[in-house]
């Protein structure tokens, strides 16, 4: 199965950006969806970005419509999260995953990275 390993996690202040990376190994992601999830305190984890296998399709939540934007590069085996105008609510620890190419975007997903954590202070 891949492996998913995430980076560029930090604390910035809102309205800053951050580009989170989704390294994966063992197998190639030419084949999957890729997602971002995130989870804060209290809450459960929650979808944020999807892209399909082909990198036609992308979806995203509504809460961060607009401000970010998934890409992958199967060349480099990695997916990107780029995440602009950020706002306190968007702190959370980040996840990537990778799910079935016959699904949505929007899922279901089942493999899943350690997470990064994103803070955004206020």
């Known amino acids: 199965q891949v492996q998913l390993v995430e980076s560029g996690g930090g604390l910035v202040q809102a309205g800053g950006s951050l580009r989170l990376s989704c390294a994966a190994s063992r197998r190639s992601i030419s084949r999957y969806n890729m997602g971002w999830f995130r989870q804060s305190s209290g809450k459960e984890r929650e979808f944020v970005a999807g892209?399909?296998?082909?990198?036609?399709?992308?979806s995203y939540s509504d809460s961060v419509k607009g401000r970010f934007l998934i890409s992958r590069d199967n060349a480099k085996n990695t997916v990107y999260l780029q995440m602009n105008s950020l706002r306190p609510e968007d702190t959370a620890v980040y996840y990537c995953?990778?799910?079935?190419?016959?699904?949505?975007?929007?899922?279901?997903?089942?493999?899943w990275g350690q997470g990064t954590q994103v803070t955004v202070s206020s």
């Open positions: 892209i399909s296998w082909s990198d036609s399709n992308t």
């Open positions: 995953s990778a799910g079935d190419d016959r699904s949505s975007p929007r899922g279901p997903y089942y493999l």
